[in-house]
């Protein structure tokens, strides 16, 4: 079964500072990699997707993956008090140009706290 | 407005007593999901449904049934509900191919079984 490894936190970073979120996966065949982020009481909604070696920004986030080491990380750049939450990695073993689809594994999420 | 929509929302029921939540999307997808959410294990896929009368089992598919017999709805069944069934569970959708991971997510339906 795919393993999917995240440090369950707490993580905390003062306002302002740089969060780095990490997360392995033990299944060489993953292609596609995931970010949501989860509100305590909330559902998880998606912030991030990167489907290709290298780093990937959108805003005050940016998703690096290396496949080699079997490793993906989200890192937010001057964090507030409202990017506290869980971020729960996921990846799937369809790549970007496949036409199927299929399971989705979850890492068990770590727990951000960005405080004033 | 696009949304996923599940009941209900809270359930407290008995061992045994069968029990259906429903799912419900507008945004016309193909993929349907079920996750179970419990502290310490993060999401774990029941089942999911790549489009009507198409079904497979996800990681934990246990004492659950599904069913799509229509696009929008997908439904989870729990025949015959025990203790270790009580968790919070999310369904989700999304549109088919390689984005199918890229999902919307339900607002959830916490389940306790006595």
């Known amino acids: 079964q795919k393993e999917v490894e995240q440090n369950s936190g707490p993580l905390s970073v003062p306002e302002g500072a740089i969060a780095s979120l990490n997360c392995t996966y033990s299944?060489?065949?993953?292609?596609?990699f995931f970010w949501y982020r989860q509100y305590s009481g909330k559902s998880p909604e998606l912030i991030m997707s990167i489907y290709s070696n290298g780093d990937k920004e959108d805003g005050r986030f940016t998703a690096q993956l290396n496949k080699a080491s079997q490793y993906v990380s989200l890192l937010i750049r001057d964090s507030q008090p409202s990017d506290s939450a869980t971020y729960l990695c996921?990846?799937?073993?369809?790549?970007?140009?496949?036409?199927?689809?299929?399971?989705?594994?979850f890492g068990q999420g770590t727990i951000l706290t960005v405080h004033p | 407005e696009a949304q996923v929509t599940q009941n209900p929302r809270y359930l407290i029921t008995v061992t045994g007593k069968k029990l259906t939540v429903t799912c419900s999307q507008n945004m016309n997808h193909e993929y349907m999901s079920w996750y179970r959410q419990d502290p310490g294990l993060g999401l774990r896929q029941i089942y999911y449904?790549?489009?009507?009368?198409?079904?497979d089992k996800g990681d934990v598919p246990e004492g659950y049934k599904v069913s799509r017999k229509e696009k929008r709805n997908f439904p989870l069944i729990l025949e015959s509900p025990s203790p270790n069934q009580t968790s919070l569970y999310f369904c989700?959708?999304?549109?088919?191919?390689?984005?199918?991971?890229?999902?919307?997510f339900g607002p959830g339906t916490r389940l306790t079984v006595t």
């Open positions: 299944d060489r065949g993953s292609q596609s």
């Open positions: 996921a990846v799937t073993d369809v790549g970007a140009g496949g036409t199927s689809y299929g399971k989705l594994t």
């Open positions: 449904s790549m489009n009507v009368e198409v079904t």
């Open positions: 989700a959708s999304s549109w088919k191919g390689p984005s199918f991971a890229e999902q919307y």
